[in-house]
């Protein structure tokens, strides 16, 4: 059984600092993408960044390019997304999610991501002036 379990959200002040992580289990880490996307009050979700469990390239959406960084701990399961100057625009409901990565890049990955409709439980992120 796939699990996600998301952590690491809470209130910051705009221009501040947060990481997210993200422990994963039921799957062979090393074959798979890890992604993040997120939801605002009242807009879709939107995807954030990816990286392949199998060589650690990365995707990022241009709306958190240069801010956000995505790394991943293979030893422990799990990815953290360290997210720096962050703005009211980011505050939303962050979600973990996985694809195989079935020879494809991390931006396309998070294609099959939303296909899948494999997703944690969530973690917030506030951000206040």
């Known amino acids: 059984e796939v699990q996600l379990v998301e952590s690491g959200g809470g209130l910051v002040q705009t221009g501040g600092s947060l990481e997210l992580s993200c422990e994963v289990s039921?799957?062979?880490?090393?074959?798979?993408?890890i992604g993040w996307f997120r939801q605002a009050p009242g807009k879709e979700r939107e995807r954030v960044s990816c990286?392949?469990?199998?060589?650690?390239?990365?995707y990022y959406a241009d709306s958190v390019q240069g801010r956000f960084t995505l790394s991943s701990d293979n030893a422990k399961n799990t990815v953290y997304l360290r997210m720096t100057r962050l703005e009211h625009k980011d505050a939303a409901v962050y979600y973990c999610?996985?694809?195989?990565?079935?020879?494809?890049?991390?931006?396309?990955?998070?294609?099959?991501?939303?296909?899948?409709?494999?997703w944690g439980r969530g973690t917030q992120v506030a951000v206040s002036t």
């Open positions: 990286i392949s469990g199998t060589d650690g390239s990365t």
């Open positions: 039921g799957f062979p880490f090393d074959d798979y993408a």
């Open positions: 999610t996985v694809a195989p990565e079935l020879g494809v890049a991390p931006a396309q990955a998070v294609d099959i991501m939303e296909g899948l409709n494999c």
